[in-house]
């Protein structure tokens, strides 16, 4: 596609459920960002991929979080043991390069109810 | 760590009326800087950069922006507002001092900018 694509648009999902997000980068962007976007806050870094592997985590709030690019291609966000406090929106972004412009998907808004 | 001020959370304005959006960063090696707007229920759209270049950055829809290093400031201004310009603008850093990175966005909380007929 022409853009980043996340899906889904809209999770709601049970407190203590497994939940996965997903993120289709524009084509042939090696770089592959996860923020994340709580109400009335500004996004937060969580993770950045280089190909397959992610470069730094440090933004990963806990081990409950865990992102896969197994084909330097499509990502996955998966959060285990859902909290309430998981809720936001994941925000999903890919750059050509890691110091280039970075073009953010629409977001996944998750629910934990 | 990188932090972004943005002064104002809702600011609004009467269509046709100056636009101005406040953003002070901290870092004392000028980093990138960024304004993006986030229209309801869509992602983020980048506005305009400032990549140590110009001081004075133009963007889209009529947007700009001045880099200050002696203020460590980036305000945003646009000279008439639009009913369409109403939506969220974010404040953006990358790269700087005390770590800052090739790669990582360390965004402001966010202005909430309404117009007015």
């Known amino acids: 596609g022409a853009g980043v694509s996340q899906t889904p648009s809209n999770k709601v999902t049970e407190k203590g459920k497994y939940v996965e997000l997903r993120c289709d980068p524009i084509?042939?962007?090696?770089?592959l960002y996860w923020y994340r976007q709580s109400l009335g806050q500004g996004p937060e870094f969580l993770i950045y991929?280089?190909?397959?592997?992610?470069?730094?985590d440090s933004g990963l709030p806990n081990d409950r979080f865990f992102a896969v690019r197994p084909e330097g291609s499509v990502s996955t966000l998966k959060i285990q043991r859902t909290e309430r406090g998981d809720s936001a929106v994941y925000l999903c972004?890919?750059?050509?390069?890691?110091?280039?412009?970075?073009?953010f998907g629409q977001g996944t808004r998750l629910t934990v109810v | 760590a990188q932090s972004v001020t943005q002064l104002g959370s809702h600011v609004s304005v009467s269509e046709g009326a100056l636009v101005l959006l406040r953003c002070n960063y901290s870092?004392?090696?000028?980093?990138?800087l960024f304004w993006y707007v986030q229209y309801p229920n869509q992602g983020l759209q980048l506005l305009l950069k400032?990549?140590?270049?110009?001081?004075l950055v133009k963007g889209i829809n009529g947007f700009e922006a001045e880099f200050k290093k002696s203020e460590t400031s980036f305000h945003l201004t646009k000279p008439s507002a639009h009913m369409s310009d109403a939506a969220e603008y974010f404040c953006?850093?990358?790269?700087?001092?005390?770590?800052?990175?090739?790669?990582?966005?360390?965004f402001g909380k966010g202005t909430l900018l309404t117009v007015n007929p």
């Open positions: 953006a850093v990358r790269g700087g001092d005390s770590g800052g990175s090739n790669y990582k966005l360390t």
């Open positions: 084509s042939g962007h090696t770089a």
């Open positions: 991929f280089q190909g397959t592997g992610a470069a730094d």
């Open positions: 870092s004392s090696v000028p980093p990138y």
């Open positions: 972004a890919s750059s050509l390069w890691e110091n280039t412009e970075a073009f």
């Open positions: 400032y990549t140590s270049a110009a001081t």
